[in-house]
């Protein structure tokens, strides 16, 4: 037996939730291994094109009856959107718009044993097992991924209800079976601080949370940074198209550098440098975060400025022409042109990030392309040095704007924004909200059953790599239903990386599995 699949079963737990299955794996080796020591089970792929990696869920027969597994998918697009959802992403299109996999599987848990009292309603369970949008600075992302679950467990609790009177009533007298005992789980990437566990255990996620503006802020789609991009790239092109002839070649004879000039001309004097005068908007902070990632992702595509150097020296080799530092900036030009017309952005262009570089700092090209790794005499004045300083000066530009915004945003609801009532005002109040929505970039959620970590608030690590750990898996259950007996120890960061990161050759798997005891609360 496969070690991953002796520590599962070393706790013979009921219920077993698994996250970033593969497929061929799920069918050829989990599959046929759980069914053959009792359990029932089912895969839900992501919904991504081509995705072949989903989660999947087993329940023991002996202890559940599986009565039904619905899939839910976590992309924002949909119709049916709760209303302060709906609200948020109508203002936010470009969030609403981006692709999104992620989906959750919920699934009916009804008990298998025998009952005390022939006339009992067995206790039902309703899970949810998911593996929330991964990319880091979307926190607000897996807040409304968050906000999905409750809504969609909340929403099949009131359907069984109801349906459960009508069943056992007719069939046996009883009385109206009690509401479900509810459980989330899974990889949720996210940490105690996060807003999406704050929803989770306290039930309340407020319109000013700092999550909502880091998003808007840093996540790639939700900031239109592709969109940016291409846009940098067709500006940039340009300026420099009437040095270069319609085959993309250098134009004998043109002056590069007299057209950037004016290039860096005309975009000072429309307002390109915006910065630490920004009015506290959204619109103001996102101008600031775009020119901030911008410039990060062009300093950081080459591997080295001595490698982009090595490269357009090696390039200018193969043209017996390009012998001098006029020719080399006409072949630069002509990669620039090229590059754009291909819808290659600085994203992925040398040229492209080369000349971002240099409109952002002022810089003349032949400062970026013959910019060899500095040296420690010039390190002062290199083009190096003035883009790291430029990065700092906009980190703290859009650090004093986003606080800005809180800071308006919260008080435009006067002491009672602090005290909650702003909130509850603004969810019935829909001009408000979307105020709100748009100048915060965020809106007020709410789960009125809050459920509890079994581990805690604050667990040790459940994911570790060199100067990383976190905590980014939970189980959190209904503690109106259901007591935490025990749960299984977490290992010491320590042991998570003697081996370097996980997963290693002690640790299977680069996330620590999670195991509970429960028992149901009479």
Not at 498 to 510: F, T
Request: proline share 6%; net charge negative; hydrophobic share 45%.
């Amino acid at each position: 037996m496969p070690r991953i699949l002796q520590e599962v079963l070393a706790f013979a737990p009921d219920v077993l939730l698994l996250q970033e299955v593969d497929l061929t794996w799920y069918e050829q080796f989990w599959k046929p291994a759980m069914e053959g020591r009792g359990y029932v089970g089912k895969h839900t792929l992501k919904r991504g094109r081509g995705s072949s990696e989903g989660i999947a869920s087993f329940a023991l027969a002996d202890a559940f009856e599986i009565v039904e597994i619905r899939e839910l998918s976590l992309s924002l697009d949909r119709p049916d959107l709760p209303v302060p959802l709906a609200r948020l992403l109508g203002a936010h299109t470009s969030t609403r718009d981006a692709e999104i996999p992620t989906v959750a599987q919920l699934l009916l848990l009804r008990e298998a044993a025998p009952v005390a009292s022939p006339t009992a309603v067995p206790r039902q369970v309703l899970v949810a097992n998911t593996h929330l949008y991964f990319a880091n600075e979307a926190m607000h992302v897996r807040t409304m991924q968050t906000a999905l679950i409750l809504d969609g467990l909340r929403e099949w609790s009131d359907e069984l209800q109801p349906q459960q009177q009508e069943e056992w009533q007719r069939a046996i007298g009883a009385l109206a079976a009690a509401a479900p005992a509810l459980i989330v789980a899974g990889d949720l990437n996210a940490d105690a601080s996060d807003a999406a566990l704050q929803l989770l255990t306290s039930g309340l996620v407020r319109a000013d949370d700092p999550d909502w503006l880091h998003g808007a802020l840093n996540w790639a789609p939700s900031l239109e940074l592709p969109a940016a991009a291409r846009e940098s790239a067709f500006e940039l092109a340009a300026a420099l198209i009437e040095c270069v002839d319609e085959r993309y070649n250098a134009v004998q004879g043109s002056d590069v550098e007299a057209a950037w000039a004016e290039h860096l001309r005309h975009s000072e004097a429309a307002g390109a440098r915006r910065g630490a005068h920004e009015e506290a908007t959204l619109e103001g902070a996102q101008r600031i975060a775009r020119e901030f990632h911008l410039l990060r992702k062009a300093v950081q595509l080459p591997s080295s400025a001595r490698s982009r150097a090595h490269k357009l020296r090696a390039d200018a080799r193969d043209d017996a022409s390009a012998r001098d530092g006029a020719n080399e900036l006409e072949r630069f030009a002509a990669a620039v042109v090229r590059d754009a017309a291909a819808g290659r952005t600085l994203l992925e262009s040398e040229a492209l990030a080369a000349a971002e570089v240099a409109h952002q700092l002022r810089l003349p090209l032949r400062l970026v392309i013959h910019g060899v790794a500095p040296s420690a005499e010039d390190r002062q004045t290199s083009w190096f040095s003035a883009a790291h300083a430029r990065l700092d000066e906009l980190r703290f530009w859009l650090e004093a704007a986003q606080e800005a915004l809180r800071t308006r945003v919260a008080s435009e609801g006067g002491g009672r924004w602090r005290r909650g009532g702003a909130v509850a005002a603004a969810g019935h109040d829909p001009s408000a909200a979307e105020l709100w929505a748009l100048r915060a970039a965020g809106v007020s959620l709410s789960n009125p059953k809050p459920l509890v970590s079994v581990y805690g608030p604050n667990p040790l690590p459940t994911h570790a790599v060199p100067r990383y750990a976190n905590t980014l898996d939970w189980i959190c259950v209904d503690s109106h239903h259901l007591d935490v007996v025990g749960v299984a120890p977490l290992p010491p960061v320590e042991e998570l990386t003697r081996h370097v990161a996980m997963p290693s050759v002690e640790w299977p798997s680069d996330h620590v599995s999670l195991c509970c005891d429960l028992a149901w609360r009479e």
